[in-house]
């Protein structure tokens, strides 16, 4: 156990180290395993520089789907991590 109730999960150091500028990470698994969980320390750790956002919120639905570059510029802002939780919310 680390900090809290968080269950260090194998996975995370994995994730750290193949997360890149221009790449996706899809973390994926069954039903209340911890991905959020995961996912929402990966941003923290990052700092400012991340944003953490959830596509069971329609605004981030909107703005996500949007095919418009400035506005997914004005979304992400000067933010350099992108962490998209519920990803399977979002229209083909």
Not at 4 to 17: F, M, S
Request: hydrophobic share 40%; with cysteine; aromatic share 6%.
């Amino acid at each position: 156990m680390n900090e809290g109730n968080y269950i260090e999960r194998d996975v995370y150091p994995l994730i750290k180290k193949v997360l890149s500028p221009g790449k996706v990470v899809v973390v994926y698994g069954p039903r209340r395993t911890g991905k959020t969980t995961l996912v929402s320390r990966l941003a923290n750790e990052a700092g400012s520089c991340a944003m953490l956002a959830s596509a069971e919120d329609i605004t981030v639905r909107e703005y996500l789907a949007s095919e418009s570059i400035e506005k997914l510029k004005a979304f992400v802002g000067s933010k350099t991590l992108l962490v998209i939780d519920e990803a399977q919310h979002l229209p083909m």
